[in-house]
């Protein structure tokens, strides 16, 4: 399968509205609505609603951003300051013609491509810690419950990111001769590649859909921490082996035994199994009928 799909749904003079942007936002308009399912049902003021979407949001692209940077390119983005201690910044600097300062400065523009979805998730875990504790204590809810509502909709926004993804044909796999490979012809690829993005969406989708399945239907049973152990460990857990079949995303990858995607996920797994031990030993009901307020 041959896939040339243009990246752009339309564009006015300078102004682009990218397939990347659209499935982006719509992560989080989604995950609106399912917060204000589960604020309703366990009686949380929906006057959260929508600080709780912008702490999200601001969370998500500045610790997604900051992810790349750091995690995958740092002699590039960090070229003034690696040449100040005398390292090797990253030849794409000279080759461009650019100084030190001006890779530094694209740091902080994320539309230049660059998201790491383990930068994501870091920021987003201290972005919720921030949030319970200024609005926790006066609704009724910690950050362990929030964090096991969030998990589900997380998951079905990085289901619509790693589509993006694919619209942007990037991300992709190895040489494969499974029927379904594909051969990403805006990247000038010849050969058929492993759809990893496609890979990656069904298995957060399928992760999503379990995880609102075991709200919905058998919250009464579960312990707090148990749905988030179980989001960290399937979403990190599958992302390490979908790795092995990716193509390295930056040069230094090339000679490591496990890539960086790989390296950075197994934090998250641990966290995950120590999530669900945390549920079982604790014990703590997962559902929390937070009482209507007196009048």
């Excluded at 049973?221 to 992302?239: A, E, I, K, W, Y």
Aim: with cysteine.
């Amino acid at each position: 399968m041959h896939w040339h799909v243009n990246p752009v749904i339309f564009s006015i003079g300078s102004v682009e509205l990218r397939w990347y942007s659209l499935l982006f936002i719509s992560g989080f308009i989604l995950g609106w609505y399912l917060f204000r399912s589960f604020f309703r049902r366990e009686r949380v003021s929906e006057a959260l609603l929508d600080p709780l979407l912008y702490t999200l949001l601001i969370a998500t692209i500045v610790g997604a951003r900051l992810g790349h940077c750091l995690f995958y390119q740092p002699d590039y983005y960090l070229a003034p300051f690696v040449d100040f201690f005398g390292g090797k910044v990253d030849p794409a600097v000279a080759r461009s013609g650019m100084t030190n300062w001006q890779a530094f400065w694209e740091i902080f523009m994320p539309w230049k491509g660059g998201l790491a979805s383990h930068g994501g998730a870091i920021a987003i875990i201290l972005a919720m810690i921030w949030f319970a504790r200024k609005y926790g204590p006066r609704n009724g809810f910690d950050f362990l419950w929030l964090l096991d509502r969030l998990v589900i909709t997380v998951a079905f926004a990085g289901a619509f990111i790693r589509l993006g993804n694919l619209f942007n044909s990037e991300i992709y796999g190895d040489v494969t001769t499974l029927p379904w490979g594909i051969i990403f012809d805006l990247r000038g690829e010849t050969e058929p590649k492993h759809p990893t993005q496609l890979y990656e969406s069904f298995s957060y989708l399928l992760l999503g859909l379990g995880l609102l399945w075991l709200y919905r239907h058998r919250l009464a049973r579960l312990f707090r921490g148990t749905l988030s152990g179980l989001f960290f460990l399937g979403c990190f857990g599958m992302r390490f082996l979908i790795e092995f079949i990716k193509e390295p995303q930056v040069g230094f990858e090339e000679d490591m035994a496990l890539n960086m995607g790989q390296l950075l996920s197994l934090p998250f797994i641990a966290l995950g199994l120590g999530l669900l031990i945390y549920g079982a030993v604790k014990r703590e009901p997962a559902a929390a009928e937070i009482p209507l307020k007196k009048k």
